[in-house]
């Protein structure tokens, strides 16, 4: 659990420059070309850049974006879970002492801006890496992949920004560990550094997030845009799995432990450093004194290992897990997420989250236009 030393810590790093509208990051990869263009010599890859062609959709057309979403009757509907939560503790001479359903509400409302604003820059990060994997991947199964899953990353961008601007009541900047761990992967030199870090860690993350949040909420465009963004994000965890795999057979033992420990340091950022930080200075509350107690609630500490349900099981089938000695094997144990080496793993899964209809629904336009 976190204790009080990492929240210093973690509010040590925050965003200073909030009014930046460039963000410039060096990109150290060689573009690679092939002249190598037969299609289909790795037949998985070529069989999810099939797939990915026709489950296409289009952020403004399919989606009912007339849902009225009536904000405070949302937060008034969440009201109840905080009163539980806050119930079990003793808030005596803490900020949220005198706090009634009103601001409850609020930090629900501010809560939803943060989470779908960090959504939309990390689907930015995803663009970003994918069109970097267009260039520095050998292969070209996987180069014609990766330009669908750019077109999808850029959808993505494109839905939250719709929804935070239409549908939310405002906008928060990049978090800073969130930034941080961007740069990071985008300015590694190591071609499958970017899938590792993007396709596995985040979208490992991402996918099991959005599932998390697709299950509770009851709005339905929220629910209907989610399902649409799930359904490309396990195509594009695929993808990372289905690359990395032959790739990593390949590795010596000193090499794989580099990425064992680069997953392990992802895992420890992305579970103890996303802190809503922001929100807590926008409702005027010291964040450290908040965040002791949030980081003691154990809806939230359950909600952080399942945000591991699908990383686990995609580093064990890419070896990750037992290579030298096991070791990224024990780090997870110490996490307490090992639980979910078993779950089933992405490259298997895909399918079975492909949007049901979308593909009568795009052939049923297409015969439409024809006649
Ligand atoms: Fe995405
Ligand atoms: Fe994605």
């Given at each position: 659990m976190t204790d009080v030393l990492d929240l210093e810590a973690v509010l040590?790093?925050?965003?200073?420059?909030?009014?930046?509208v460039i963000h410039t990051v060096a990109d150290h990869a060689d573009a690679i070309f092939t002249?190598?263009?037969?299609?289909?010599?790795r037949p998985q890859l070529n069989k999810l850049y099939e797939k990915a062609k026709h489950s296409q959709w289009n952020g403004e057309t399919d989606l009912p974006w007339d849902t009225e979403v009536d904000l405070e009757a949302q937060a008034q509907l969440q009201v109840d879970t905080f009163r539980a939560f806050t119930e079990?503790?003793?808030?005596?001479?803490?900020?949220?002492?005198?706090?009634g359903d009103k601001e409850w509400a609020t930090l629900n409302i501010e809560s939803a801006n943060w989470t779908l604003s960090q959504f939309m820059h990390g689907e930015q990060g995803a663009l970003i890496c994918t069109a970097k994997i267009v260039e520095t991947v050998p292969w070209i199964d996987a180069k014609y992949y990766a330009a669908t899953q750019v077109m999808d990353e850029a959808r993505h961008v494109e839905v939250f920004a719709k929804y935070l601007d239409t549908k939310l009541s405002g906008y928060y900047p990049v978090n800073a560990h969130l930034k941080l761990l961007l740069d990071d992967i985008v300015e590694d030199s190591r071609w499958d550094i970017t899938y590792l870090g993007m396709q596995i860690m985040v979208e490992g993350l991402a996918l099991a997030a959005f599932g998390f949040l697709h299950a509770l909420t009851t709005e339905p465009l929220l629910k209907q845009l989610l399902r649409y963004v799930m359904s490309d994000e396990a195509r594009h965890v695929a993808f990372g799995v289905l690359s990395l795999k032959e790739y990593y057979e390949g590795l010596s033992d000193a090499e794989m432990f580099e990425r064992q420990q680069f997953a392990y340091e992802a895992s420890l950022r992305m579970r103890d450093r996303f802190l809503q930080q922001e929100v807590w200075d926008r409702m005027g509350v010291n964040p450290k004194e908040a965040l002791q107690l949030v980081v003691q609630d154990p809806g939230r500490v359950m909600f952080q290992q399942i945000l591991f349900a699908k990383i686990v099981p995609n580093c064990k089938k890419l070896g990750l897990l037992d290579r030298n000695d096991q070791w990224l094997r024990r780090r997870f144990e110490e996490m307490g997420?090992?639980?979910?080496?078993?779950?089933?793993?992405?490259s298997d899964e895909y399918e079975t989250l492909q949007i049901e209809g979308l593909e009568q629904l795009r052939s049923g336009e297409l015969r439409a236009d024809a006649s």
């Amino acid at each position: 659990m976190t204790d009080v030393l990492d929240l210093e810590a973690v509010l040590s790093v925050s965003n200073t420059d909030v009014d930046e509208v460039i963000h410039t990051v060096a990109d150290h990869a060689d573009a690679i070309f092939t002249w190598d263009y037969e299609k289909g010599a790795r037949p998985q890859l070529n069989k999810l850049y099939e797939k990915a062609k026709h489950s296409q959709w289009n952020g403004e057309t399919d989606l009912p974006w007339d849902t009225e979403v009536d904000l405070e009757a949302q937060a008034q509907l969440q009201v109840d879970t905080f009163r539980a939560f806050t119930e079990s503790y003793d808030l005596k001479g803490s900020p949220f002492e005198r706090w009634g359903d009103k601001e409850w509400a609020t930090l629900n409302i501010e809560s939803a801006n943060w989470t779908l604003s960090q959504f939309m820059h990390g689907e930015q990060g995803a663009l970003i890496c994918t069109a970097k994997i267009v260039e520095t991947v050998p292969w070209i199964d996987a180069k014609y992949y990766a330009a669908t899953q750019v077109m999808d990353e850029a959808r993505h961008v494109e839905v939250f920004a719709k929804y935070l601007d239409t549908k939310l009541s405002g906008y928060y900047p990049v978090n800073a560990h969130l930034k941080l761990l961007l740069d990071d992967i985008v300015e590694d030199s190591r071609w499958d550094i970017t899938y590792l870090g993007m396709q596995i860690m985040v979208e490992g993350l991402a996918l099991a997030a959005f599932g998390f949040l697709h299950a509770l909420t009851t709005e339905p465009l929220l629910k209907q845009l989610l399902r649409y963004v799930m359904s490309d994000e396990a195509r594009h965890v695929a993808f990372g799995v289905l690359s990395l795999k032959e790739y990593y057979e390949g590795l010596s033992d000193a090499e794989m432990f580099e990425r064992q420990q680069f997953a392990y340091e992802a895992s420890l950022r992305m579970r103890d450093r996303f802190l809503q930080q922001e929100v807590w200075d926008r409702m005027g509350v010291n964040p450290k004194e908040a965040l002791q107690l949030v980081v003691q609630d154990p809806g939230r500490v359950m909600f952080q290992q399942i945000l591991f349900a699908k990383i686990v099981p995609n580093c064990k089938k890419l070896g990750l897990l037992d290579r030298n000695d096991q070791w990224l094997r024990r780090r997870f144990e110490e996490m307490g997420v090992i639980q979910f080496e078993d779950w089933i793993d992405t490259s298997d899964e895909y399918e079975t989250l492909q949007i049901e209809g979308l593909e009568q629904l795009r052939s049923g336009e297409l015969r439409a236009d024809a006649s």
